[in-house]
């Protein structure tokens, strides 16, 4: 059985950092493109960032751009979020995906995505 396992949400004040990690299990995901999105209450699910299958190459939502980093671990089958100087906007539950190709020379897009985690609660107060 295929899971995406998010963790490392919680609350946190505005200006303060949180990590996300997505565990992959019951396949490897080393061979696909793997990312992050976000839903905020009565908003659509939005990108945040996806990150090529080689790690060489990632991508970015503007917002985020300069505050985020995502990673991978392909040995640990793991994907990371690093949120820093969190805003009160970027509250949002976040969900990790993995796609079905290596590499997309533009940010991914819900079509794109195989699997999903059933996400994590990110909530910054102001």
């Known amino acids: 059985q295929v899971q995406l396992e998010e963790s490392g949400g919680g609350l946190v004040q505005a200006g303060g950092s949180l990590r996300l990690s997505c565990a992959a299990s019951g396949r490897t995901f080393s061979n696909v493109a793997m990312g992050w999105f976000r839903q905020a209450p009565g908003k659509e699910r939005e990108f945040v960032a996806h990150?090529?299958?080689?790690?060489?190459?990632?991508y970015y939502a503007d917002s985020v751009k300069g505050r985020f980093t995502i990673s991978r671990d392909n040995a640990k089958n793991t994907v990371y979020l690093q949120m820093t100087s969190l805003k009160p906007e970027d509250t949002a539950v976040y969900y990790c995906?993995?796609?079905?190709?290596?590499?997309?020379?533009?940010?991914?897009?819900?079509?794109?995505?195989?699997?999903w985690g059933q996400g994590t609660q990110v909530t910054v107060s102001s």
């Open positions: 990150i090529s299958a080689s790690g060489s190459n990632t």
């Open positions: 995906t993995a796609t079905n190709r290596r590499y997309y020379a533009r940010p991914i897009t819900l079509p794109d995505c195989d699997y």
